[in-house]
């Protein structure tokens, strides 16, 4: 039996957009490739909800977890970087789970720029979730793109 041949199950994923104050998160899975925004989970004097963590872990039993890095235009970090990987650490270390980083720059400007859009009333709330859907569809979309070059040489 070669690789190809073993089917193994596409794996749900939530992605988080890791801020100070709020945290977005969002839930994809491989089959489908599609992620959408679950909810903002607010910090409370700059620690996440674990909490809430904790109940979204456990109702959508994820098999990994996506944590935006923020960088600067430039691809420089800033000090939110260092912030973010801590919380994926945390995360890793809480939940047993695997955690990968995906470069996040623009996807706060870009989801602000889809709901004014699509309506002219949302909150930051609003665009933090939106903004964890893109970089969830963006480890989605990559993934995808990897998983079909590794069948091609198969």
């Known amino acids: ?27 994809g899975q491989e089959l489908t490739g599609q992620a959408r925004g679950l909810t903002t989970l607010s910090s409370k004097n700059r620690q996440p909800d674990w909490e ?9 039993r994820p098999n990994l977890l996506i944590v935006g890095r923020p960088l600067h235009m430039d691809g ?19 939940y047993n789970l695997p955690v990968e980083h995906v470069d996040e720059r623009l996807s706060s400007y870009e989801a602000e720029q889809e709901l004014s859009e699509e309506s002219k009333i949302f909150t930051k709330s609003d665009i933090d979730k939106r903004a964890a859907e893109k970089i969830l569809q963006s480890w989605l979309d990559n ?3 990897l998983s079909a070059k590794i069948d091609d040489k198969l």
Do not use: C
């Not at 420089?76 to 809480?94: D, I, K, M, V």
């Open 143 to 145: 993934n995808r793109r």
């Open 52 to 60: 809430s963590i904790s109940r979204l872990i456990e109702e959508w």
């Open 76 to 94: 420089t970090e800033q000090p939110l970087t260092h912030l973010a990987y801590r919380f994926g650490n945390r995360l890793s270390g809480r």
């Open 1 to 27: 039996m070669t690789l190809a041949d073993q089917e193994i199950p596409p794996r749900v994923v939530l992605g988080f957009d890791f801020g100070e104050k709020r945290i977005g998160v969002a839930v």
